[in-house]
């Protein structure tokens, strides 16, 4: 299987094409922010979310000559209490790791957005992806600002699609089912 070459701001022909398990390739722009700078965000995060995706991590400071240092995806439970009111006013896209709660899933359903995810222990790999990074609000968070990457072909897998297909479950049937 090859792997499918997406751009930010998502569509959302993008994304209905895009089904569980699918390999994807992002290119364009993607903003981090963690639990503490969704808790500011209130009803308006700093960025427009039309068609934009969340990468819930924390960037490592960048050695000299690099833009940005690991930066590897947190649990994005964390984000659940948050993540329906920003897919209703928008966001189409989020990039943690773990399973999502029904309220997400559901509002990913309803909104027709998409959960990716990325494998903890590739942060070194996936800054490779990383051309510029920009801190764009809450310096004061240190490491959980809020920051907008420029991204070619970072790697994530379809995790939650459209259409309510969850990997997580699916491989988990298939487990049960293995004699």
Not at 100 to 123: C, H, L, Q
């Amino acid at each position: 299987m090859s792997a499918i070459k997406i751009t930010t701001p998502l569509t959302e022909k993008a994304i209905a094409g895009l089904k569980a398990g699918d390999e994807v390739l992002i290119s364009g722009r993607l903003y981090t922010a963690r639990d503490a700078a969704h808790k500011k965000f209130g009803d308006q995060p700093p960025f427009d979310l039309k068609g934009q995706i969340i990468y819930y991590a924390s960037p490592t400071p960048a050695r000299p000559g690099e833009v940005i240092g690991s930066i590897g995806p947190t649990t994005s439970s964390r984000m659940d209490a948050f993540a329906p009111a920003l897919l209703v006013a928008g966001l189409k896209g989020m990039i943690g790791k773990g399973s999502r709660g029904p309220e997400v899933i559901e509002a990913i359903k309803k909104n027709k957005a998409v959960y990716f995810t990325v494998p903890g222990g590739a942060a070194a790999l996936l800054a490779k992806q990383v051309k510029e990074a920009k801190l764009i609000a809450y310096p004061e968070l240190h490491s959980e600002a809020v920051l907008e990457l420029t991204v070619d072909l970072f790697p994530a897998i379809v995790t939650i699609d459209s259409t309510g297909g969850n990997l997580f479950e699916e491989g988990r049937k298939r487990y049960e089912n293995q004699d």
